[in-house]
């Protein structure tokens, strides 16, 4: 697989994926509840979760400019066709997941966090597999991204996108969760791993009274 075959379906695949996974979700979700689940970026401005969502943003952006810029050959990745074809696997697996966890979160589906609301604890589908599915299956096809593409600019990517969850999930949702679900959530995640299963699991609620 040439370079400029591999820059076209990164693009053509990232572009798909984030228009299906935001856009189309968005529109799909305001059909149905009359919000579009977008709720911005948290925090006060310059505060660590705002810091959060300004790297999300860059993430998306850096992502597609990755592959537009080897397209137009202003940079020029390193040539690897199995490692392109394993990149395509994951970014494909990436955005499918991304939709179904999205589908199973139902109504709860949310783009940031508004602290006055009251949703749904979701823990079913793939929620009973990991607790932020969405942001697993998001990190796999920013990874495949960065496979087919391997240059300096797709890698930052990766890494902002990272930053962006590790803040959003940690210091923004799930404080609200444990607000929101005191019990239910601190049972929740004794029994289902962060990102990856059986990973980033909490005390269970027995071990901590004692």
């Known amino acids: 697989m040439s370079v400029q075959t591999a ?82 696997i994951l970014t494909i697996i990436g955005f499918l997941g991304t939709l179904a966890a999205q589908s199973g979160m139902g109504a709860s589906w949310r783009i940031g966090v508004d602290a006055t609301e009251h949703t749904d604890l979701v ?33 930052t990517a990766l890494a902002c996108l990272f930053l962006a969850v590790e803040i959003q999930v940690r210091l923004v949702e799930e404080p609200y969760l444990n607000r929101t679900h005191p019990h239910t959530y601190a049972r929740y995640t004794a029994k289902v791993g962060r990102f990856l299963p059986g990973l980033g699991r909490t005390q269970p609620i027995d071990t901590l009274r004692h």
């Not at 579009?36 to 998306?60: M, N, Y």
């Not at 952006?61 to 074809?85: K, T």
């Not at 589908?125 to 496979?147: D, E």
């Open 7 to 88: 820059s076209l379906l990164a693009l053509g695949l990232y572009a798909a994926g984030v228009i299906a996974t935001f856009g189309v979700r968005s529109w799909m979700h305001r059909r149905r509840t009359g919000s579009t689940g977008f709720r911005g970026i948290s925090g006060t401005p310059r505060s660590i979760e705002w810091w959060g969502g300004v790297l999300f943003a860059a993430a998306i952006v850096l992502g597609a400019a990755g592959p537009a810029l080897a397209l137009a050959d202003l940079i020029v990745p390193p040539q690897s066709p199995g490692l392109a074809w394993f990149g395509i």
């Open 123 to 155: 823990t079913t589908g793939l929620f009973a597999v990991v607790r932020n599915p969405v942001f697993s299956a998001m990190l796999t096809a920013m990874t495949g991204i960065a496979l087919m593409i391997p240059t300096p600019v797709s890698a």
